[in-house]
């Protein structure tokens, strides 16, 4: 048995003000749960993504969080929970004037291969891109696979 308080663990350097590794803070060896605070504008993820192996899903707590899919933007309010399947491209924004706290769950931990786009404004293009720590390691930055420019910086 593990129990753990939220408030206690470290957030994680991202794209969310906070993201709080539940699942490996509780030892979880099969799936990976973190919990998630978006500030107006901010996101769950790096950029517009898939994982290879792993299933996601997203429960919503507090407001409304907005998911580009394949399939158009879907909304998901408090209360309401999003699955994608392995492979499947995703991202979820906070569009609003109010945070989002949420849940997400994926199984396995290990999530395979990641394949993740941003917009690139020296390739004018939606490219994929990588993410890696800054030398001093204050902060992650996303870079274009193609040429190699910087599309973020996240600390
Ligand atoms: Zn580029």
Known sequence: MEKITLDDLDSWMGPASVKRPVGRALGAEHLAMNYYELEPGESFAFGYHAHGDQEELFYVLDGTATFET????????AGEAIRFSPG???????????????LAVGAPADSGELTMLRECPSC?????NEVEPTEDKSALIT????CGTETGRFS
């Open 88 to 102: 499947e491209f995703q991202q979820g924004r906070n569009e609003t004037d109010a945070v989002v706290t949420a």
């Open 143 to 146: 870079r274009c696979v193609e």
């Open 124 to 128: 004018d293009a939606r490219t994929e």
């Open 70 to 77: 394949d399939d158009g933007d879907v909304t998901v309010e």
